[in-house]
């Protein structure tokens, strides 16, 4: 705590990884021995910039960027760049470490790392957005490469972003090195599914979970959090399965619609219009709008919380619990507070943390460089069936483990033990560096 001052989430994020470290540090004692737990939260390195940019009316906007490149003990960092203005180190930091372990479950030869700026994308133009990324990337393209450090998107970074990021690095250094961002265009050097793949691979784990207790998404009510990325695909899966989802939201509040989520319009009027999910129920006399509220005191089957940090609290978890939710998988990062993990725990309600249940996209990001260095490209039935079976194995280990270690059902211990065991043995192996 007093190494790193101020970084709520950064503190929230390693005391639940190592709360579940108890046992397994018990069994293996070379890695207290070796200070494995001091050198994984501390990151590899850490990078604040100035990005500098001209607005419309020829202003002078500045803002910070951020990269932290948190370890590289199995491959290349690799993780996303957040553009919201509530970022800041702690946040940073935070979504870093949870992707050491998230990586690591994937199975994948991936590192972990994080980075983002305090630019609110909201409400600027297109040539705005440009500007922004191309002074961004003009300090950033220095610390990256597709063996150093392998951004993606996150919160307000999409398809746009990445490619006035592609365009800037690939000016800059002169070299078409598609490996080096994932979350690119399919006409230049992008994977079919990586945009649906976050969002795909969470309703697999959910469903994987749901099949433990002989059930399926077939016929349950489905209640979403956000509208973006995430949460459009989680949506567009879950109907697939025979879900009926009913409800979605941004940071303004949630739209309920009974006849059943129109996953096209939302897309609409979210990724094309970049309005207001108010616009949806404006649009669909089926819905309505709730301002400034959360889409769990709704209830429902399935829960997927696909916005962002600590959006489902104790008084959310109690209204879920209340009507008899069954399961609650994280697309997004560490969307649910410890207090509510452990209502849903206690209450024997599934529960799949975020590291394990949106690990599709990263594990699909590791598919796209898979792609590039052979100069390859895919088709979106391989490449789901790869992400898939890749959900699939990454419920099992987090079963098997949780199992082993005496905790049979509990997903948070056996994806942080999991995650946590892969990267220590490779610390070791690689010595005190
Ligand atoms: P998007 O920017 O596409 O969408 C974010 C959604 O969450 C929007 O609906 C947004 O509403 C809402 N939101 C953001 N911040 C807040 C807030 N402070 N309060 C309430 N709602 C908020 O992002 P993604 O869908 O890509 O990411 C969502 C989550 O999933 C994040 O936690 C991200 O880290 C995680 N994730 C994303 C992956 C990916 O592949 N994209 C991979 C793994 C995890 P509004 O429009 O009002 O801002």
Redesign the pocket.
Known sequence: LRRNPGEEEFHQAVREVFDSLGPVLEKNPQYADAAVLQRICEPERQIIFRVPWVDDRGQIQINRGFRVEFNSALGPYKG?L?F?P?VYLGIVKF?GFEQVFKNSLTGMPIGGGKGGSDFDP?GKSDAEVMRFCQSFMTELYRHIGEYTDVP?????V?GREIGYLFGQYKRITNRYESGVLTGKGITWGGSLVRTE??GYGTVFFAQHMLETKGTSFEGKRVVVS??????IYAMQKAQQLGAHVIAC????GYVVDEAGIDVDLVRQV?EVERARIAEYAARRPSARFVEGARVWELGGDVALP????N?LDEQDAKALIASGVLAVAE???M?TTPAAITMFQEAGVLFAP?KAA?AG??ATSALEMQQNASRDSWSFEHTEERLARIMNDIHDRCATTADEYGQPGNYVAGANIAGFTKVADAMLALGVI
């Not at 993606?152 to 307000?156: L, S």
């Not at 956000?226 to 949460?231: D, I, K, L, R, W």
């Open positions: 996303g957040r919201h509530s979504l909201r993606a998107g996150d919160i307000g999409g793949a976050t956000g509208s973006g990325n995430v949460a939201s941004d940071s303004s979210k696909c916005a962002t940090q959006e697309g997004a990062n969307p975020g949106n996209g990263v």
